[in-house]
């Protein structure tokens, strides 16, 4: 009985992987703990502009390596989400997301070794986010 309650909650993470991932002159490098099935792509101005795969995660699930003080942020509009960005290659790893102030928004694009053609991202009509944001959203 006990072995079988271990089972069914090894499976129930099967999907949670552990990646490491970076900007691209490598100041900036991060780990997650993530569920690649969870990633959404986001039709706002500025997700469109970025390039942006979203994949957000608990504080816990993330450590930032290094690069600290090689980020900067970009605010715009309500304030509340932070578009951190590497200072030298101006790359966009991951931010603090309005939606979730409280967690972390990584770029799946950012991840090492991620087959982005293998990836199916969910869809966020964040073009109309007061409205997208009243119903169901694919990362909770
Ligand atoms: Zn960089």
Redesign the pocket.
Known sequence: MRHARALAASEARSMMQKMEG???????RFRVTADLDSVTNCNCPICTKKGILHLIVTPDNFELLK?KD?LITYTFNTGVAKHTF??????HPFYVPRSDPDKIDVNARCLDGVDLAKLRPKYFDGKHWEVAMQKSVPWR
């Open positions: 970076g900007c691209h002159c490598g100041r900036v690069g090689d590497c200072r030298h290659c101006g790359i």
